[in-house]
C-alpha cells in the first residue's frame, strides 16, 4: 500500500517507529496530488514548500528525542474559509482572492501545536453556500468516484482531498450540511460537532448561530482524533463550551448492544432516493446484528427546517457579511461616491448564489418584514429542536441517510437553486437543532457512494464515534477507494 493511501493512526505507527520520516509521507502526498490533481482540482492553493520545512521541522525534533504532537508529520488540508497566518484565505470569492490573514484560525494552531502539516486550502462553495463547490468562484472540484459529479459542498474541496489521497484529513465547516453532505458524496467520514464543541474563532462566518468546524477522516479512528486536537473551550470564541472535552478515543470498540436507534420517518419519506433508502436499510441490518435496538420514530417539524434555514442562514449572512464592503476587507472596485464604490464592489465581487442570500436576508431583516419571517422562524425553530429533544428521551442515537441522492452531475442542479436546496434536507435540521451529526460510508449505489447519517444529543459525539466505530469494524466500505482516471489512465 502507498503511504498517501494510509490513514492518521497507520501513519503516526509507522512515523514512531521510525519506519517513515514526515518528510517522506509529505513527500508522498504532495506526488500523490500532482498526479490526480489535475483532474480532481480540490485545491486553490498549495503550500507545498512550506509543508516540505514543516516535515523537516518535525523530523528534527524526532531526532532529539523531543515529544513530538498527537498528529505530528500528518498531512492535512484545510478548507479556504479557515484563516491561515500568511496564506491566502479567499473563502472561493473574488472579493477576497488576495486576502492573507495576519493570524490564523484557532483550529489551525491546534492542528499545528499537535504537529499536522499543511499541504494547501481547499475549494469550496463561494462563503460557503451552496451544496456542490460548483459555486467557487475559481472552479469546480470533481468527484474521485466519478469525475464527471460534483463532490457535494460546500465543503466539496477537503472532502474530495481526503478521498483521492491528496490529504490525510482535512477540515471543513458546516452551516447546513457542508461536511457531512460531501464525505457521504465522497465516501469518507465527515464529523459535524455539537454547536459549541469547536472554536469559530478566525473561521469566516456565514450563519453564526449554525456554523461549526470538523474533521474529513478516512476512518472513524481518525475522526476521534482530529477531533481531540480541535475540540474544546476558546477564550477567543465565547460560543465554545467550558467543559473539557473527553479523550475520543476511549469510546472506540465500545459495544453497542442494546443501544437504541431510532430511524425518524420523515427522512425516509417522499424526495429520498429508493436506491438511497435501500443502502441504508442495510446498514440498519448491520447495526442490528450487533444487538442496537432499531424501531422507527417521528420528527414532526422536519418539513419546515428548510425554509426556517434558508430565512435565518441568509439572515445571519447579511448581517455577517456587511463588513465586506470593498473598505476593510478585500477587493475594492473604485467609484466616485461610497455608495457606489460599496454598489460597485459588492455586485463584481460576490457570485450570484452569495448575492441570492444577502437580498433574502436583508429583506427578512428589513423593518415590518422581520417579525413575519425573522421572529416566525426562531420560533419554528424551537420546535425543531424540541422533536430532537424528545427524541432524545427515548433514543441514544437518530439514523437517517446523510443526502437525499448519490453524486449528481456537475451541471445538472446549478441553474435551479431549490433543486440544489434541497441536498441538505437531511442535514439542515442538525444545524438548527445545534446537536452532533456524523456521516460514515455505507455501501454504494450503482458505483456511487453513500452515507449514513447519526445524530445524537448536544456533546453525544462520544456516542457517535461508538456507533460509526462498531459499523466499520464490521464493513469494508472505509477501505474502498476511488480509481481517480487522469488523461484515461487511472490512479488507484
Ligand atoms: N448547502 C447549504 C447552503 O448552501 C449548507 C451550506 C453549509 O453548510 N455551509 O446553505
Redesign the pocket.
Known sequence: MELWDLTVHELSRLLATGEVSAVEVTQAALERAQQVEPAVRAFVTSTADQAVVEANTVDAARARGEQVGPLAGIPMALKDNICTRGVRTTCCSRLLEKFAPSYDATVVRRLQEAGAILMGKTNM?EF????STE?SAFFPTHNPWDLERVPG???GGSAAAVAAGEAVFSLG???????R?PAAFCSVVGLKPSYGRVSRFGVTA??SS??QVGPFTKDVTDCALVLNAIAGKDELDPTSVVDTPPDYRQFLGKDIKGLRIGLPREYFAEGIDDEVKEVIMKAVGVLEGLGAVVEETSLPHTEYAPSV??IL?PAEASSNMGRLDGVRYGRRVEAPDVDTLYNRTRSQGFGA?VRR?LMIGTYALSAGNYEVFYQKAQQVRTLIVRDFEQAFTQYDVLLTPTSPTTPFKIGEKIDDPLQ??L??IC??PV?LAGIPGLSLPCGFSQGLPVGMQLLAKPFAESTLLQVAYAFEQNTDYHKQRPQVTVGGESNA
Open positions: 462553495d460557503a453556500m451552496g451544496s459555486n459542498g460546500s465543503s465547516s458546516d452551516t447546513g450540511g457542508s461536511i453532505q456565514f450563519a449554525l456554523d434555514y434558508y442562514a448564489e442570500r440544489m436546496y441536498s441538505d442535514t439542515i444545524n
